[in-house]
């Protein structure tokens, strides 16, 4: 069983910064995209980062100078580092990563989601 779980979410100020970590587990051959996404109450969900086995990334406009994708494919984890943040950026935010298992084709996998909360 392959499983995605999210860590660093929390509270913050506007202005404040946040650490996410996504890291995985399993059964793991190997990993190609990582990235994350985010959904708002009301609004749909939205790719926020994406980063490619070899650290190719890109970003909605949105967060473009304040939010760094990250990866340790040592760990299999991937990171997203989120500076100046807004009380727009409020959000649970999700990771997602395609693997390819021992045993199993490659699938798109996603984690549970953590919360993101910013105060102005």
């Known amino acids: 069983q392959v499983q995605l779980v999210e860590s660093g979410g929390g509270l913050v100020q506007a202005g404040g910064s946040l650490r996410l970590s996504c890291a995985a587990s399993g059964s793991i051959f190997s990993i190609n995209a990582m990235g994350w996404y985010r959904q708002a109450p009301g609004k749909q969900r939205e790719l926020v980062a994406r980063i490619t086995s070899d650290g190719s990334t890109n970003y909605v406009d949105s967060v473009k100078g304040r939010f760094t994708i990250s990866r340790d494919n040592a760990k299999n984890t991937v990171y997203l580092q989120m500076n100046s943040l807004k009380p727009e950026d409020t959000a649970v935010y999700y990771c997602?990563?395609?693997?390819?298992?021992?045993?199993?084709?490659?699938?798109?996998?996603w984690g549970r989601g953590t919360q993101v909360t910013v105060s102005s």
């Open positions: 997602n990563a395609d693997i390819l298992s021992s045993w199993l084709p490659e699938y798109s996998y």
